[in-house]
């Protein structure tokens, strides 16, 4: 039986180890990420792969903005992968799809009033995606069937 020359070993793990890097056309990220342009849902922000990402600040600034209990911002709670602000009912739907087609768990955020944080949060450390509802704040009156429709995070002046 012959045995793997050392060359061919080394040349292996630096692939086995690159994968860890440079995530694969096929990783999760990149999976929702095509979900969701497929799908005309381009409002969403995905989690930095490091802390030198440029995109880091604005994700985080989303992720906090509506925290209330600030023992969810620590470095140790598991972070959303994807945090998604759909504009549209349509947009809302595809969002779910997406989220479901990759086996994404889903978390809601609406109003930002969940103190105990289970809208960011995931306590089993499984992949999550946050739906962030800020956007669906319409408010539409039907004079003339005496209806209204109220969005997820619509507030009455008042």
């Not at 890097?21 to 922000?45: A, T």
């Not at 109003?111 to 539409?140: C, K, Q, W």
Request: glycine share 6%; charged share 15%; with cysteine.
């Amino acid at each position: 039986m012959a045995t793997p020359s050392s060359p061919s070993l080394t040349f292996f793990f630096f692939l086995f180890s690159i994968s860890f890097i440079f995530p694969s056309p096929s990783s999760p990220r990149v999976q929702i990420s095509s979900c969701l342009d497929s799908h005309n849902v381009n409002n969403y922000s995905i989690s930095p792969v490091s802390g030198n990402d440029h995109h880091s600040s604005a994700y985080f600034k989303l992720l906090n903005f509506s925290i209330q209990n600030l023992r969810f911002v620590g470095p140790t709670i598991p972070k959303p992968t994807v945090i998604i602000l759909p504009e549209t009912v349509d947009q809302l739907v595809n969002s779910v799809l997406c989220c479901r087609a990759g086996s994404w768990e889903i978390r809601v955020r609406c109003g930002g009033h969940s103190y105990e944080g289970t809208s960011y949060v995931n306590g089993d450390r499984a992949p999550f995606v946050i739906i962030d509802m800020m956007n669906l704040n319409r408010v539409s009156v039907d004079m003339e069937t005496e209806t209204a429709w109220v969005e997820g995070v619509a507030t009455l002046p008042g």
